[in-house]
């Protein structure tokens, strides 16, 4: 049974450009939730999509954006880049009802 | 601002002793406390979770212990082993902002053999 899947694993970008990270949730899970780890910190929660809508929002800017497809699956959108914006960008997946997440393995995001 | 604290940084144990890791947090309406584990390269994996009506929680080698009264809630890896080398990170959520995580900064931790 496949876990959460992300893609790509590694990317590099240059600033102001703009960036589209991919995640598969494992298979039966409904809620799909995006968080930004910066090298030696812990995650930051960016946003939450459950039935193709964003439910929850962290402190982060409209420069972070995303969308969930009918399938589960989500993308995370950012624009304009900015050298601080380089981390592991992780995806976590939880059954309807929540019991706990599954991450995936992260996209890490370098800005140049 | 960073709504759990968790220290140590860093630890170094040796092979068969025990782990103690700490976290604070402040938010009462916090209902649910887990406890991940991240090796590098590798997103966070789940190790064991808690909920405020329970004082302990045990799960093999794993233990939560929490105290609602002092908002503490702490790890602790008995028999600790060289494979138990990695990062951990305490988190609390709560159900009305959808259970996103709220993590710590985590703890490194070096099982020497």
């Known amino acids: 049974d496949a876990g959460v899947t992300q893609s790509p694993t590694h990317l590099i970008k240059t600033r102001g450009q703009q960036v589209t990270l991919r995640c598969s949730p494992k298979?039966?899970?409904?809620?799909v939730s995006w968080y930004q780890q910066a090298l030696g910190q812990g995650p930051q929660f960016i946003f939450q999509?459950?039935?193709?809508?964003?439910?929850q929002r962290g402190n982060f800017p409209d420069r972070f954006s995303g969308h969930q497809f009918p399938n589960y699956s989500s993308e995370l959108n950012v624009n304009a880049l900015l050298l601080g914006d380089s981390a592991l960008y992780l995806c976590?997946?939880?059954?309807?009802?929540?019991?706990?997440?599954?991450f995936g393995s992260g996209t890490r995001l370098t800005v140049v | 601002q960073q709504q759990v604290k968790q220290s140590p940084q860093s630890l170094i144990v040796q092979k068969g002793g025990i782990s103690i890791i700490n976290c604070a947090y402040e938010?009462?309406?916090?209902?649910?406390f887990p406890w991940y584990q991240q090796f590098p390269g590798k997103g966070p994996a789940l190790l064991i979770a808690?909920?405020?009506?329970?004082s302990e929680k045990k799960e093999g080698r794993f233990t939560i212990s929490f105290n609602k009264s002092a908002k503490q809630f702490s790890l602790h890896i008995m028999d600790s082993q060289p494979g138990d080398s990695a990062t951990y990170f305490c988190?609390?959520?709560?159900?009305?902002?959808?259970?996103?995580?709220?993590f710590g900064k985590g703890t490194s931790l070096l099982v020497t053999p």
């Open positions: 999509y459950y039935e193709e809508e964003e439910r």
């Open positions: 988190a609390a959520s709560m159900r009305n902002s959808g259970y996103a995580l709220n």
């Open positions: 298979s039966g899970h409904d809620t």
């Open positions: 808690i909920r405020p009506d329970v």
């Open positions: 976590a997946s939880s059954l309807p009802g929540f019991y706990g997440y599954t």
């Open positions: 938010n009462t309406a916090f209902d649910y």
